[in-house]
């Protein structure tokens, strides 16, 4: 009777499907970003692999391949100065090519890329950190961690980045 019972036991539990069921969990403090919410998700993979490519691209100066990804008007918030610049995507060549100005050379280090979106926003931001190393016209180089925060909004363009810069040992 045991060995019957072991039996109708095992059969039940191999009988038994498994079923994955994903959650979306929110989680963190809304309180400054735009449209408030209830807590952040995690966005896509694809949104951070967009916001990588714009990194990479700009150390090479591919203004192509950044103008693919960007909306007709977006704002630069640099690390310094604390001034907002609204570029069009008609001027974006000419402000690549200034912000370049002063380097032979970028080399872009991606450490992570980590995409979230308030929960039940279809606006996302990818956290993007990364050394950067310039090596500068007049000879001098330099390496930089740097963190840009990359808005995409729902029609896959980025509309805002924020950049902060820390000196790298």
Same mark, same amino acid.
Request: hydrophobic share 40%; glycine share 6%; charged share 30%.
């Given at each position: 009777?045991?060995?019957?019972?072991?039996?109708?036991?095992? !059969?039940?539990?191999?009988?038994?499907?498994?079923?994955?069921?994903?959650?979306?969990?929110?989680?963190?403090?809304?309180?400054?970003?735009?449209?408030?919410?209830?807590?952040?998700? !995690?966005?896509?993979?694809?949104?951070?692999? !967009?916001?990588?490519?714009?990194?990479?691209?700009?150390?090479?100066?591919?203004?192509?391949?950044?103008?693919?990804?960007?909306?007709?008007?977006?704002?630069?918030?640099?690390?310094?100065?604390?001034?907002? !610049?609204?570029?069009?995507?008609?001027?974006?060549?000419?402000?690549?090519?200034?912000?370049?100005?002063?380097?032979?050379?970028?080399?872009?280090?991606?450490?992570?890329?980590?995409?979230?979106?308030?929960?039940?926003?279809?606006?996302?931001?990818?956290?993007?950190?990364?050394?950067?190393?310039?090596?500068?016209?007049?000879?001098?180089?330099?390496?930089?961690?740097?963190?840009?925060?990359?808005?995409?909004?729902?029609?896959?363009?980025?509309?805002?980045?924020?950049?902060?810069?820390?000196?790298?040992?």
């Amino acid at each position: 009777m045991k060995k019957i019972l072991f039996l109708l036991f095992i !059969m039940s539990i191999i009988g038994c499907e498994t079923k994955t069921v994903e959650v979306e969990k929110s989680a963190g403090i809304v309180e400054r970003y735009p449209g408030g919410g209830d807590g952040f998700v !995690m966005a896509s993979t694809e949104d951070a692999q !967009m916001a990588v490519d714009l990194i990479l691209a700009f150390a090479d100066k591919d203004v192509e391949t950044m103008k693919e990804s960007i909306a007709d008007t977006s704002i630069y918030l640099p690390p310094y100065g604390g001034k907002a !610049m609204t570029t069009y995507l008609s001027d974006f060549e000419d402000v690549i090519i200034a912000l370049h100005e002063p380097y032979d050379s970028i080399k872009r280090t991606l450490w992570n890329a980590i995409p979230i979106k308030v929960k039940g926003s279809e606006n996302s931001s990818v956290t993007v950190s990364f050394k950067e190393d310039r090596f500068y016209k007049d000879g001098t180089e330099e390496s930089l961690r740097i963190i840009d925060r990359i808005f995409i909004n729902s029609e896959k363009k980025v509309y805002r980045i924020h950049q902060w810069i820390a000196e790298l040992e």
